[in-house]
């Protein structure tokens, strides 16, 4: 064996470096394992980030121009655009009026300034016409091109209130409608005192305890700001104690014993229930007649 040779057995020979068989592992964030998480895919959550900065752009603009006027502007020209082009109120229907005037109806319904379609105000005509004593409920809405539609619900009357020499067409919850005179009163219980008319769902319930006896009253009065007399088509008067219950148990009282005996109509004035052990009854006063003159 030559030199040369046992040079070159005794070189260290330069190998390369082995490549392991394992890949290097990828270090997940928190945040994409909440994505993973999520039953949406990283593309839907990018475009819905996306969507909602635009949206908060057009939020910001809008209210850099409402506060600025802008929009003011802007609606009032789109307005008056729509108004020129025929949509402008024209015409107004008016339904459920039977005791209103109709024209009053017409008359706030086009009090508004403003006759396009776009800048007419349905609350505020609305309220408006619930200043009307007689409307319960109104409902308004637009027709195109030109028509606003007014269905109006009336309160019925349910008896006359009558205080101070004032007399006054009241509904079932003692609501004002109109001032009447004394010649207009129709066919309608009348309703005597000072606040009375706040007391009219509580005399509907106390009538209601004699249903016989409910038809034949023409009149209440509130006495003392504490209990009622009653009024009959008869003639009679019933003086009620106090109390709501107390009240009702004199009165099924009284309507049982005129069912019995028929009290009504036998020419007693005044009954008087407010003692509890006992009925009160009071005759109409004996007129003296005098003797005719001899002839």
């Not at 996306?50 to 057009?58: A, D, K, N, P, R």
């Not at 506060?67 to 307005?79: D, K």
């Not at 505020?124 to 409307?135: F, P, Y």
Request: no cysteine.
């Amino acid at each position: 064996m030559t030199a040369a040779s046992v040079r070159r057995t005794n070189k260290k020979s330069k190998s390369k470096p082995r490549k392991s068989g394992r890949k290097k592992v990828r270090q997940v964030s928190i945040f994409d394992k909440i994505l993973r998480a999520m039953p949406v895919t990283e593309a839907q959550v990018q475009k819905g980030l996306t969507w909602g900065l635009v949206g908060v752009f057009v939020l910001g603009a809008y209210s850099v121009a409402h506060y600025t006027g802008i929009n003011e502007r802007i609606s009032s020209q789109i307005a008056t655009t729509v108004g020129a082009a025929g949509f402008e109120v024209k015409r107004v229907e008016v339904t459920g009026v039977n005791r209103i005037d109709e024209l009053k109806v017409y008359e706030i319904t086009l009090a508004q300034k403003d006759r396009s379609m776009m800048l007419v105000d349905i609350d505020q005509v609305r309220d408006d016409l619930m200043g009307n004593g007689w409307i319960k409920d109104a409902r308004i809405s637009r027709r195109l091109p030109d028509t606003l539609v007014v269905e109006i619900i009336e309160r019925e009357p349910a008896a006359v209130w009558q205080r101070n020499g004032k007399l006054s067409l009241i509904d079932k919850t003692g609501y004002p409608l109109q001032q009447i005179q004394k010649e207009e009163i129709p066919d309608l219980p009348v309703i005597v005192g000072k606040k009375a008319n706040e007391r009219v769902p509580e005399l509907t319930k106390l009538l209601e305890v004699a249903p016989a006896l409910s038809p034949m009253v023409t009149g209440a009065t509130w006495i003392g700001n504490r209990r009622w007399n009653l009024e009959f088509d008869s003639g009679e008067t019933l003086a009620l104690p106090e109390g709501e219950e107390t009240a009702a148990a004199a009165l099924l009282n009284f309507a049982r014993m005129d069912g019995v005996n028929r009290l009504l109509g036998r020419g007693v004035v005044h009954f008087d229930l407010r003692d509890s052990e006992r009925a009160y009854l009071r005759m109409p006063p004996k007129v003296k007649t005098s003797p005719a003159p001899e002839s």
